[in-house]
């Protein structure tokens, strides 16, 4: 059903991954992470805001006690053309120092965002480090990154939904979906 924007933008979602596929995806991640973080000091370090969802069902799944906390970064430009530079806006509020840490983030786009976020972790002396994603979006990449816990390879496309966003919007939604857009000609 289109939705009118006020930017005189047409704006469809068409589904992507579902609510179902997702929850077999972190069923998976969860058992992988567990297997592997044994007896360790774990460590979750969420990306807010577009990973709370993910993290919270992620966590949820792990039957491992862990620690969390959260980042917030930001980029320079817009998302859909993204400039590189990267600012921490809320960083850690616990020491890493010993442990073991696992980044979680929604989506891996250009990897500036996590290139900037592996740098600031490593100089905080973790034990290990190590990233699982939620989605990756290879073809719009301009850092090398390595995803050691991958849920879904994603089209170039804007996704939404499942805690990520498109300018604060769609959140909410419990499945993923492409945003497709085009000009309002009405
Ligand atoms: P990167 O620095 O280009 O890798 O961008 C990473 C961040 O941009 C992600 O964590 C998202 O917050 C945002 N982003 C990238 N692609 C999308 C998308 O398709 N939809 C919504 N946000 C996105
Ligand atoms: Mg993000």
Request: with cysteine; proline share 4%.
């Amino acid at each position: 059903m289109p939705v009118c924007y006020k930017e005189q933008v047409l704006a469809r979602l068409s589904l992507l991954i579902s609510r179902d596929q997702i929850a077999e995806s972190v069923h998976r991640l969860s058992r992988q992470v567990e297997q592997d973080y044994r007896g360790s000091n774990l460590l979750l370090v969420g990306v807010l805001k577009g990973a709370f969802m993910f993290m919270a069902d992620l966590v949820r799944g792990l039957e491992l006690p862990v620690e969390i906390d959260f980042v917030r970064l930001a980029s320079y430009g817009s998302r859909r053309q993204s400039t590189g530079g990267v600012r921490l806006q809320h960083g850690l509020r616990s020491s890493i120092e010993g442990k073991d840490v696992l980044i979680v983030e929604d989506i891996i786009d250009t990897g500036h965002t996590t290139r900037f976020l592996i740098d600031y972790l490593q100089k905080r002396r973790p034990a290990s480090l190590k990233l699982c994603a939620l989605l990756d979006k290879p073809e719009r990449r301009q850092v090398p990154v390595s995803i050691d816990y991958l849920g879904f390879t994603v089209p170039n496309k804007f996704v939404v939904g499942y805690g990520i966003d498109f300018n604060q919007e769609y959140r909410h939604l419990p499945d993923i979906f492409v945003l497709e857009e085009k000009e309002n000609e009405a």
